[in-house]
């Protein structure tokens, strides 16, 4: 545990200091950077809860980089920044890897509502967004550990991705796929049996939810391939998993993958 910690505080040290001073503003070699962090603290990973926390820590800073490619006035960095400085200063609190999942999770949803209300021109998502946050507050108040706020955390990242992927899909292209994603999160939720699966099911459709995303992002095309391979991954490393917490790891590692082609699809 201890060397995959030392890893893991290594990697968020350097991110922070290059990603907080964007001086050339070169988002390509950032989302390279956190990329390969993802494989370096893999290495360093014990276990599957292990590799979910690496997983939801990259998602949170890939989700700043794409966070900062929107905010082109920066009118928002103050508040991005504010995200990272959470997340570390939890980390330090963390004495596990449940705990960095739920530390992870929740500032995913924070991160997402920010990039949410960039998207709202109009304010027409502005109550749906402060819905969810509502929501992750209400509903972490009568959580009794970290497994079940690590789900509380997911379930509301669906949530506010589901915003985000509407709020890119004004003529309604995509609003059946889109409904479909939040109720097969709602559907499986009735068969799990604890947090566990829970988050497992999060994970899963937040990989579903980036897809479409992600394809909204990309009008030409150009990396329609390498999204449906992330998908064929999904599901292959699935029929290898032997418990929800391995499936989580699945999840989120293509979350990052695929936030990675979406901060591409933008720079």
Request: overall charge negative; hydrophobic content about 40%; charged content about 20%.
């Amino acid at each position: 545990m201890k060397r995959f910690t030392a890893a893991l505080l290594s990697v968020l040290m350097i991110l922070s200091m290059s990603l907080n001073s964007f001086a050339a503003l070169d988002y390509t070699s950032y989302l390279d950077s956190v990329y390969d962090s993802l494989e370096t603290v893999n290495d360093s990973c014990t276990g599957a809860p292990q590799q979910s926390a690496n997983g939801a820590y990259r998602c949170v800073e890939m989700l700043e980089i794409i966070a900062f490619e929107l905010d082109s006035s920066f009118e928002y960095t103050e508040y991005i920044s504010g995200v990272i400085d959470d997340m570390e200063t939890n980390d330090d609190s963390c004495t596990g890897a449940p705990q960095q999942i739920a530390n992870g999770t929740y500032r995913m949803v924070d991160m997402l509502a920010i990039i949410a209300l960039m998207l709202d021109d109009d304010g027409t998502y502005s109550e749906y967004i402060s819905d969810v946050l509502d929501d992750m507050s209400t509903i972490n108040s009568k959580c009794e550990s970290a497994p079940q706020q690590s789900a509380n955390g997911i379930y509301r990242v669906v949530n506010m991705l589901q915003i985000i992927a509407l709020e890119l899909d004004p003529n309604g292209i995509y609003t059946s796929i889109i409904e479909s994603v939040g109720d097969s999160l709602s559907d499986n939720d009735k068969n799990c049996t604890g947090a566990p699966q829970q988050l497992a099911n999060g994970a899963y459709r937040t990989v579903e939810m980036l897809y479409i995303i992600a394809n909204e992002w990309d009008t030409a095309g150009t990396y329609s391939e390498i999204l449906s391979g992330v998908l064929d991954t999904l599901e292959e490393n699935n029929d290898n998993c032997n418990g929800a917490p391995q499936q989580s790891a699945n999840g989120f590692y293509r979350a990052v993958e695929l936030l990675y082609v979406i901060g591409n699809t933008l720079a």
